[in-house]
Every structure is written in C-alpha cells, then in structure tokens.
T-cell receptor, first 111, second 114 residues
Framework: QKEVEQNSGPLSVPEGAIASLNCTYS??????FFWYRQYSGKSPELIMF????GDKEDGRFTAQLNKASQYVSLLIRDSQPSDSATYLC???????????FGAGTTVTVRA | EPEVTQTPSHQVTQMGQEVILRCVPI?????FYWYRQILGQKVEFLVS????????KSEIFDDQFSVERPDGSNFTLKIRSTKLEDSAMYFC????????????FGDGTRLSIL
C-alpha cells in the first residue's frame, strides 16, 4: 500500500469553477499535512498546511482534513488558468522529519 | 520573502565522477533536507540534517551520498561515483522547526549523468 495516494488526473475544470483534489494516507501516525503546487520543471511550492481535523481556508484555497478517514483534500475556488499545475499532497508524523509525497494530481484550468 | 537558493541549476557529469550540489537555506531555519525527483516520478526524501548531524535518512541515502554544512550558510549534498540512475532533480528544503513544520523548497538542481 502506498503511503500517500492521489488521483493522477488530469483534472480538467473550466475557468471560475471549483477544483477538488483528494489525498489518502496509510500511516495513522501522520500528524501534519501539506499541499504543494508544482509547475512543470519547477520546484514544489507550499500553498497550504493543516494539522487539525476540519477546514482551513487561505484565499481561494481550502484544505480539509479527516484523520479518522485518513483523508485530506484541497479545494481551489474560482479556478484560474494560472492554477494549472500538478498538486502534491505530502504528510509527515509529528517529531518525524521526512515528508512523504503523493505522485500528484495534474490540474488543467480551461479558459 | 526569504527563499532557499540552490546552485548550480543544471549539472552535467560523466558517470563515475563526484558531484557536489549546494544550497543556502533560509537564514533563520534550523532544519535542512534533500529530496530528489526522477523525471515523471514523485518527490522522494533523501536526508534531513539538524545541529550538524543527520537526523533521518532514507534507504536511497546510502554510502554514495553525504551531506555537510561547511559554514554558517551553505548545506551541501555530495554524490560519489555517480551512476546513470542518479539523474534527477535534487531539491534542498529548510524549515524553522523540526517535524511537522512547513518545508520550503529551493528551485532545484537538475543533475544529468552521461
């Protein structure tokens, strides 16, 4: 079983719509959850992190965490063409150092 | 905004040679990391470093690899006897605190082994 799983996509959404990305993880000891955006050929860019169950909003982005279901999601509201990228889910255990990444979901926003 | 800087942006090396990848973490950060991403694959953890010693390493980080903080600002990854399969993007990251804290990534070094 993979540590972190994401739908690879591509996820195609029209401009202005909501993009919904999902991530599941296998290690119940995971405590910290991150979403990174990666443009083609570029490095991961941190966009959200969440530690507690529930929702966390930052601008057009909302992260949702459900530890009981071992599930974390990212919503992108009012999607823009500039949001077209691969979104990486990453998790780690408290007092652990490494981030375990999913393979990423590629999002394409259609103008 | 402070950022992690990496040099060189692209390194081309003959198989069997040694390479050193360099990173300058964010100045007030205490934890440093190396990750790699083979083309088309996911980002993989290599090693974390704190207080001048390795705090965690992955199975990938074998005797071929070493890390060092030679001075107060630089953090390096040395790869000895490079192999074709070492070709990848290598990312340095840093965080202000340890486990669970957001890690900020540099732009990466693309390593090509010929």
């Amino acid at each position: 079983q993979k540590e972190v799983e994401q739908n690879s996509g591509p996820l195609s959404v029209p401009e202005g719509a909501i993009a919904s990305l999902n991530c599941t993880y296998s290690d119940r000891g995971s405590q910290s959850f991150f979403w990174y955006r990666q443009y083609s050929g570029k490095s991961p860019e941190l966009i959200m992190f969440i530690y507690s169950n529930g929702d966390k909003e930052d601008g057009r982005f909302t992260a949702q965490l459900n530890k009981a279901s071992q599930y974390v999601s990212l919503l992108i509201r009012d999607s823009q063409p500039s949001d077209s990228a691969t979104y990486l889910c990453a998790v780690n255990r408290s007092n652990d150092y490494k981030l375990s990444f999913g393979a990423g979901t590629t999002v394409t926003v259609r103008a | 905004e402070p950022e992690v800087t990496q040099t060189p942006s692209h390194q081309v090396t003959q198989m069997g040679q040694e390479v050193i990848l360099r990173c300058v973490p964010i100045s007030n950060h205490l934890y440093f990391y190396w990750y790699r991403q083979i083309l088309g694959q996911k980002v993989e953890f290599l090693v974390s470093f704190y207080n001048n010693e390795i705090s965690e390493k992955s199975e990938i980080f074998d005797d071929q690899f070493s890390v060092e903080r030679p001075d107060g600002s630089n953090f390096t990854l040395k790869i000895r006897s490079t192999k074709l399969e070492d070709s990848a993007m290598y990312f340095c990251a840093s965080s202000g605190l340890g486990g669970g804290q957001p890690q900020h990534f540099g732009d990466g070094t693309r390593l090509s082994i010929l």
